[in-house]
């Protein structure tokens, strides 16, 4: 699902920038160029709604960008489009299945144990990801 969201851009005294999104309760974030501001913007907008929707909340509908009014003189309103079913793929909490192989002697002793494969091989993952830390 791919949706289309206004946001607004304020530059800050030190390069950094500001972004504010008035659909979304006025989430915010912000990047030290511009570029990075774009893409901290995509990724909170992306997590608000995946939220919202696993959550089981009505999105809000986006504001028309020409409706989205700034007060301040250097800031702009620019439109960040965001792939949700790309995002749910990549940070998803989904459950995948998966096949996998081991001796024989090792599935016996594990199920003696009841030893949860799953919880296993998950613990191992994230350790050889370094995601324990």
């Avoid at 946001?7 to 920038?17: I, M, R, T």
């Avoid at 024989?104 to 324990?132: C, D, P, R, Y």
Wanted: charged share 25%; aromatic share 8%; hydrophobic share 40%.
């Amino acid at each position: 699902m791919k949706l289309v969201y206004p946001a607004c851009f304020y530059p800050e005294e030190n390069g950094q920038y500001s972004v504010v999104f008035p659909d979304l309760n006025e989430a915010a974030t912000f990047g030290d160029s511009l570029e990075q501001a774009i893409e901290m913007a995509i990724d909170l907008a992306s997590g608000w709604l995946m939220d919202s929707i696993q959550e089981n909340e009505q999105i809000p509908k986006p504001s028309n960008i020409k409706d989205v009014l700034i007060d301040e003189e250097d800031a702009f309103v620019s439109l960040i489009a965001v792939d949700l079913t790309e995002y749910e793929r990549l940070h998803g909490n989904k459950a995948v299945k998966k096949t996998l192989t081991i001796p024989m002697w090792m599935n016996t002793l594990a199920e003696k144990e009841g030893i949860n494969f799953s919880a296993v091989l998950q613990n191992a993952l994230k350790e050889q990801l370094h995601l324990n830390q």
